[in-house]
């Protein structure tokens, strides 16, 4: 399974942005599609956003939305997750997770679709 590191977390005014990176150690990176979840203290994990292998179609939660903007660079085997306008209720330990696809253009939003998951980073958003 590819193995996922994220990276860029920390501690954040609310208003403020972060961007988090997901390196992943498979070379056909370009053949899995990518997400991002999150989980706060005391809260099941929760859906954040997905991107399929070909970067085209992208989704995101509601409360997310407008906000967060999910990427990937195939050539750096990388995805990563803008986030602005960062709220204090965004504060979570943040995860990125990978799957094989055969569908360039295939998203995914549950968490049990995913095979891979990286150990998360955290994310702090003081009031």
């Known amino acids: 399974q590819v193995q996922l590191v994220e990276s860029g977390g920390g501690l954040v005014q609310a208003g403020g942005s972060l961007r988090l990176s997901c390196a992943a150690s498979?070379?056909?990176?370009?053949?899995?599609?990518m997400g991002w979840f999150r989980q706060a203290p005391g809260k099941e994990r929760e859906f954040v956003a997905a991107?399929?292998?070909?970067?085209?179609?992208?989704a995101y939660t509601k409360s997310v939305k407008g906000r967060f903007t999910i990427s990937r660079d195939n050539v750096k085997n990388t995805v990563y997750l803008q986030m602005n306008s960062l709220k204090p209720e965004d504060t979570a330990v943040y995860y990125c997770?990978?799957?094989?696809?055969?569908?360039?253009?295939?998203?995914?939003?549950?968490?049990?679709?995913?095979?891979?998951w990286g150990r998360g980073t955290q994310v702090t958003v003081s009031s």
């Open positions: 498979e070379r056909t990176f370009s053949s899995y599609a």
């Open positions: 991107i399929s292998w070909n970067g085209g179609n992208t």
């Open positions: 997770a990978a799957r094989t696809t055969y569908n360039s253009g295939s998203i995914y939003l549950n968490g049990y679709e995913y095979a891979s």
